[in-house]
């Protein structure tokens, strides 16, 4: 197999804030990694943070500085508009955005749904460090997803951590603390990068499942509510009928092993779909998602988690409109 070639062109950096870009609290150390301000450092200062990046052509701006878990469809509009504009610039290489890790399968998957079929590298990468722990891993994870922006043989929407990558719509956060926090579907990683070296494994772009344009000529009041509900032991049905009074318009119900239901939220269910409510199916176990037949008519999410089938069916509601 020949070797990879650099694109040629920069690579624009797009910061969102996070802990890649957080800052000990004054009056705590280094090593209390709890006690930080998310998204206090601007993209401009993580990369200059880098000599290993002082060669590389890069052009870096700030979306936002979030704590990824207050993630907003703003910064998501902003971000899926500064994708297109690069993707269609002949002079950008490939896209690099550094994010919290809350959130990171969110958005991955949000881009994912947008930009899949782009011909370009689309890289989210953060750290489950602040950059001022006594050992962070946010370093790395940049000076990592930078090289695949970089690779000619890489394209589509990635998310680069602890030296692998996984396709935007496979990545799934498995650990609260621990730097090995993601991981990925059964297929494995879709490359791996050591000393700067990218190996990839799969290449072929998706296939995106919405119209870029309704994404950010949407007012973000007016993107389609949609909500979890989670089955569990003694479950009830009040919550989705309060959802269903405040006015909610689209419902995931994560069911407990191949998403079954218990009874009484599955009848409040029923009677969201007959008040022309759509209600899918996903299980709140992290892997193998949800399996049919079932003797129902809730649609199935297939290999989604709750969190990428509610981004689906926003999408889908947003495509209706």
Sequence with gaps: MPEPEVRSGRVLVLGCGGTIAGVARAGHSAAEWVAYDAGALGA??????????AAVPLEVRDVARLDSCDMDIETWQALARA???????????????????????????????????ASKPVVLTAAMRPATAASP??????????????????????????GQAWPGDEVRKLH????????????????????????????????????????WGTDPARWPWVEIVTSHAGARGDGVAALLAAGVQGIVVAGTGNGSIHQTLRAALREAQARGVPVWRASRCIAGGVLGPWDDDLPLSGLLTPAQARIALVLQLLATR
């Design 44 to 53: 401009g200062q993580l990369v200059a943070a880098l000599p290993g990046l």
């Design 83 to 117: 994708v297109g504009h690069a993707l269609a610039d002949p002079q950008i290489a490939g896209v690099v955005i550094t994010h919290g890790t809350d959130t990171l399968e969110e958005t991955a998957f949000f881009l994912h749904s947008v930009w899949a079929s």
């Design 137 to 162: 891993d946010g370093p790395q994870n940049l000076l990592d997803a930078v090289a695949l922006a970089r690779d000619s043989w890489i394209r589509g929407v990635l998310v680069a951590f602890g």
């Design 176 to 215: 609260g603390q621990s730097v090995a926090a993601f991981a990925g579907g059964p297929g494995g990683p879709a490359a791996v990068v050591a000393n700067g070296v990218v190996t990839a494994f799969r290449l072929a772009p998706g296939a995106p499942s919405v119209v870029p344009e309704a994404i």
